[in-house]
Nanobody, 124 residues
Framework: QVQLVESGGGLVQAGGSLRLSCASSGRAFSIYTMGWFRRAPGKERELVTAINWSGVGTYYADSVKGRFTISRDNAKNTLYLQMNSLKPEDTAVYYC?????????????????WGQGTQVTVSS
């Protein structure tokens, strides 16, 4: 069993930055592919970015490329999302998710473990 707990969300002005963290309680954190999803009001949950077990392979949605950076520290069982140049359209609940396979998936049903989510609100 893996438990994921996000932190770091909040209210920020457009152009600002936030860093989200996702702490895992499981010993197997280092073998999971990890993803950050978000759900904006009235929209489907979407994959924002993902990272493989080693941290070498990453994926970014076009909407966040060049602004967001995903990283992981397997020694600390923690996943990070550095978000820069935030826009109002980035406003959403952000979730971290774990997938016990080598490759990322854009489908949320392919992720086995989820955090409770953290709210990010970007004001214009």
């Amino acid at each position: 069993q893996v438990q994921l707990v996000e932190s770091g969300g909040g209210l920020v002005q457009a152009g600002g930055s936030l860093r989200l963290s996702c702490a895992s309680s499981g010993r197997a954190f280092s073998i999971y592919t990890m993803g950050w999803f978000r759900r904006a009001p009235g929209k489907e949950r979407e994959l924002v970015t993902a990272i493989n077990w080693s941290g070498v392979g990453t994926y970014y949605a076009d909407s966040v490329k060049g602004r967001f950076t995903i990283s992981r520290d397997n020694a600390k069982n923690t996943l990070y999302l550095q978000m820069n140049s935030l826009k109002p359209e980035d406003t959403a609940v952000y979730y971290c998710a774990a997938r016990p396979l080598k490759y990322y998936s854009a489908r949320d049903s392919d992720y086995e473990y989820w955090g409770q989510g953290t709210q990010v609100t970007v004001s214009s």
